[in-house]
């Protein structure tokens, strides 16, 4: 399962990048605002730094609703940088947007998933990832991961390529429960990855040998 980071400050990305497991970045402008990342110049600035820091794919998101709108700001999204993937929405004129893009060769990443139907869509339409929103379904008492079991389901059914990019992870468990059920992706906050190096049985046993070390070398 690849590990994308779900941000846009640098130095977060730039520490998971050097944990040595960073596949990737996704960012929406909610992400660029919380950072104080404003005016178009400096967003699209910020995703060629991001992409100077990361070896693989970074979602851009649109921010035009209507397709033809769409389709410019992805457009000029893509030519930043050959790993921008054009993230858009999962509504009808995005799905005619991945369409569009996916004819063309461009990445893209169909957000806001909430259904098996909305992904399907998504796949049929040639996206590149499609992003399910466990935890914001978790958070209207919804089985996230459940989701992520249908798409994964219908997609083998189908052989498609698209990827399920588990996102809206919160914790360790949303990242270990969507590897056993074969979610292609997750991206999540650094915390969220991070998380998974601790245990305290690591710490103990760590302890205990340091201290075995020193009774015998000392």
Same mark, same amino acid.
């Given at each position: 399962?690849?590990?994308?980071?779900? %941000?846009?400050?640098?130095?977060?990305?730039?520490?998971?990048?050097?944990?040595?497991?960073?596949?990737?970045?996704? %960012? *929406?402008?909610?992400?660029?605002?919380?950072?104080?990342?404003?005016?178009?110049? *400096?967003?699209?600035?910020?995703? /060629?730094?991001?992409?100077?820091?990361?070896?693989?794919?970074?979602?851009?998101? /649109?921010?035009?609703?209507?397709?033809?709108?769409?389709?410019?700001?992805?457009?000029?999204?893509?030519?930043?940088?050959?790993?921008?993937?054009?993230?858009?929405?999962?509504?009808?004129?995005?799905?005619? #947007?991945?369409?569009?893009?996916?004819?063309?060769?461009?990445?893209?990443?169909?957000?806001?998933?909430?259904?098996?139907?909305?992904?399907?869509?998504?796949?049929?339409?040639?996206?590149?990832?499609?992003?399910?929103?466990?935890?914001?379904?978790d958070d209207v008492s919804t089985d996230g991961l459940a989701l992520i079991e249908e798409i994964r389901l219908i997609y083998d059914?189908y052989g498609y390529e698209t990827q399920i990019l588990a996102a809206s992870v919160r914790h360790t468990m949303h990242i270990v *429960?969507? #590897?056993?059920?074969? #979610?292609?992706?997750?991206?999540?906050?650094?915390?969220?990855?991070?998380?998974?190096l601790k245990h305290p049985l690591t710490d103990i046993g760590l302890a205990q040998f340091i201290a075995d070390f020193e009774k015998? *070398?000392?």
């Open positions: 399962m690849k590990f994308f980071i779900d %941000t846009a400050n640098l130095d977060q990305i730039k520490e998971a990048q050097e944990l040595g497991v960073l596949d990737g970045v996704t %960012t *929406n402008p909610s992400l660029m605002a919380k950072e104080g990342i404003t005016g178009k110049n *400096n967003i699209l600035k910020h995703y /060629v730094d991001i992409c100077n820091i990361v070896d693989g794919d970074v979602s851009a998101e /649109v921010n035009a609703i209507d397709l033809e709108g769409m389709i410019k700001e992805g457009e000029e999204l893509a030519d930043l940088h050959e790993q921008i993937v054009v993230k858009l929405p999962m509504t009808k004129d995005g799905v005619k #947007a991945a369409k569009y893009f996916s004819d063309k060769g461009i990445k893209t990443n169909v957000t806001l998933v909430f259904s098996a139907g909305q992904a399907l869509l998504a796949a049929k339409a040639g996206a590149t990832y499609v992003s399910p929103f466990i935890g914001r379904l059914n *429960n969507c #590897a056993k059920i074969g #979610a292609d992706v997750m991206t999540g906050p650094l915390s969220a990855i991070t998380g998974l015998g *070398n000392k």
